[in-house]
């Protein structure tokens, strides 16, 4: 089932000319329904000139700050993120589905971590939210941030991260790094390339210390810097990641024509919501098991349709299931059977999927 929530924004503010922070009023009797950790997102809906629009948001607050707030940066022709920033205001209500994702590590006061961040523009909202709580919940634990923008005007957050590091002296570094400006420090100038990343390593990361490792930003900055660390001997499971757009790459144009190719025509589906079956047999014209129920006329969760944001994930009970595209789901997830609906192509004459999970 689908459980979006009419939620009033109780505030609109601008971080920076492109980026506007949206606060929202959870009363008290859903705030229950709304908990989050650290690093989750929100699913928005919004009817945008007659078009219903799904979106998801990282929230930036933390848990802690008993706070609902997402950061959303403005993308040239972009639906969502031109109203947030141009037409949004206080007292209007959009619809919210509960918080989700898995981009965080549970925290825990007994222990030390030395937590290695890379966050590129908006990229920084789930990255706030897991230093705020992290430096709030684990006394001794520290941070090192590397946040990469154009400006020093764009930073988003900027006042807000270096009072953290003035609230955890010693436990909160920052190094910021500019596209479009020069400083001083050359290793600071540019975007995080293959050979920056070597760098960083040989001169400020020292990667037998690191305890875990979250990257958010464009996909190719998050390969680079996950496959450098892991080249220098961090192991893989350490490197958390969270995409928030994909550009499909033609390998993966390929993958998922791959797996239409392998469709079994007429599917018998079977999914479980909320408790309860719904059934209905794959159309031809639909290749992944979320379109064809919906077609069908199941309500079920989705945002992206694009295989980023995993708002439409479900766990495979019974036959089999071909991903197109999968940037969402870890491999241990996936080794448990869980699948993005919105990607999965049926291979057996009957599949079951649970989306209770
Ligand atoms: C888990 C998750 C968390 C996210 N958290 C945040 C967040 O905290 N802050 C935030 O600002 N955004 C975040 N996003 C991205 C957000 O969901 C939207 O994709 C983004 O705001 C663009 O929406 P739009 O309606 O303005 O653009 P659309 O109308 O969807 O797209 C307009 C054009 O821009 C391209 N495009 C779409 N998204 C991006 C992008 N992110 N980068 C580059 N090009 C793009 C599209 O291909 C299209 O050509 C997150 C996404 C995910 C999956
Ligand atoms: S709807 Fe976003 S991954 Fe399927």
Same mark, same amino acid.
């Given at each position: 089932m689908t459980d979006f929530y009419p939620i009033r924004v109780s505030e609109v503010h601008k971080e #920076?000319? =492109?980026? #506007?922070?949206? #606060? @929202? =009023?959870? !009363?008290? *009797?859903?705030?229950e329904t709304f908990l989050y950790k650290q690093g989750q997102h929100l699913t928005i809906k919004a009817s945008i000139n007659g078009e219903d629009i799904r979106r998801s948001y990282s929230l930036c607050s933390s848990p802690l700050e008993n706070k609902w707030q997402v950061a959303v940066k403005r993308i040239n022709g972009g639906v969502f993120s031109n109203y947030a920033n141009n037409v949004l205001k206080a007292g209007d209500v959009l619809e919210l589905m509960p918080p989700l994702g898995? @981009? @965080?590590? *549970? #925290?825990? !006061?007994s222990v030390t971590k030395n937590y290695v961040v890379f966050a590129a523009g908006s990229g920084i909202t789930p990255i706030l939210s897991i230093i705020k709580t992290h430096l709030a919940s684990e006394p001794n634990s520290t941070f090192k941030l590397f946040y990469l923008n154009r400006n020093v005007k764009s930073i988003i957050f900027k006042e807000e991260i270096e009072a953290l590091r003035n609230m955890y002296f010693g436990r909160l570094e920052i190094f910021y790094f500019l596209t479009k400006e020069q400083r001083d420090i050359p290793l600071l100038n540019g975007r995080f390339t293959s050979e920056k990343i070597q760098e960083l390593i040989a001169k400020i990361l020292n990667v037998s210390t690191i305890d875990e490792c979250f990257v958010c930003g464009p996909e190719e900055m998050i390969f680079i810097i996950r496959d450098e660390l892991v080249n220098a001997g961090l192991s893989k499971e350490k490197v958390h990641y969270e995409l928030f757009f994909s550009g499909v790459t033609e390998e993966d144009k390929k993958k998922a024509a791959q797996a239409v190719e392998h469709k079994f025509e007429g599917t018998e589906v079977t999914i479980i919501d909320g408790g309860k079956e719904f059934h209905f047999a794959m159309d031809d014209d639909y290749d992944n098991i979320l379109d064809g129920a919906l077609a069908a006329g199941a309500d079920l969760p989705f945002a992206c349709k694009g295989g980023v944001c995993s708002t439409c994930k479900c766990k495979v009970i019974e036959g089999t299931v071909e991903m197109k595209i999968n940037y969402a789901l870890e491999e241990d997830e996936v080794a448990k059977g869980l699948v993005l609906s919105c990607q999965a192509v049926p291979t057996t004459e009957k599949v079951v999927v649970d989306f209770d999970v």
């Open positions: #920076t000319k =492109d980026c #506007t922070s949206i #606060t @929202f =009023d959870i !009363p008290k *009797e859903l705030q898995s @981009f @965080f590590v *549970e #925290t825990n !006061p």
